[in-house]
């Protein structure tokens, strides 16, 4: 069935690379700060080892990348709904 439309694995592809690159940032956000954490660091606090860079990771750094990634969906949201209610795209 994939043969019917061609397009589609291409917009799948493109969303998959969106999605890599948003989580290549969240992870780079995370490590970079006043305290630089290492990937090894993180991927260990994540997975529930304590520490320092755990307490970090846990209490700022993972609620600002958070939130951080809410509201850039929340303003792409209200962009989509705004351009679909005015029934233009450059609204």
């Known amino acids: 069935m994939m043969g019917a439309n061609?397009?589609?694995?291409?917009?799948a592809l493109v969303l998959l690379l969106f999605f890599l690159l948003a989580l290549a940032g969240g992870v780079i956000s995370m490590m970079m700060g006043s305290v630089e954490i290492p990937l090894q660091e993180i991927l260990?606090?994540?997975?529930?080892?304590?520490?320092?860079?755990?307490?970090?990771?846990?209490?700022?750094?993972?609620?600002?990348?958070?939130?951080?990634?809410?509201?850039?969906?929340?303003?792409?949201?209200?962009?989509?709904?705004?351009?679909?209610?005015?029934?233009?795209p450059l609204a």
């Open 44 to 88: 260990g606090a994540l997975a529930g080892a304590g520490g320092t860079h755990a307490q970090i990771l846990w209490n700022i750094r993972l609620p600002r990348t958070l939130v951080a990634a809410l509201v850039g969906i929340d303003l792409a949201l209200a962009g989509t709904i705004l351009q679909a209610i005015m029934k233009n």
């Open 6 to 11: 061609p397009g589609r694995g291409r917009i």
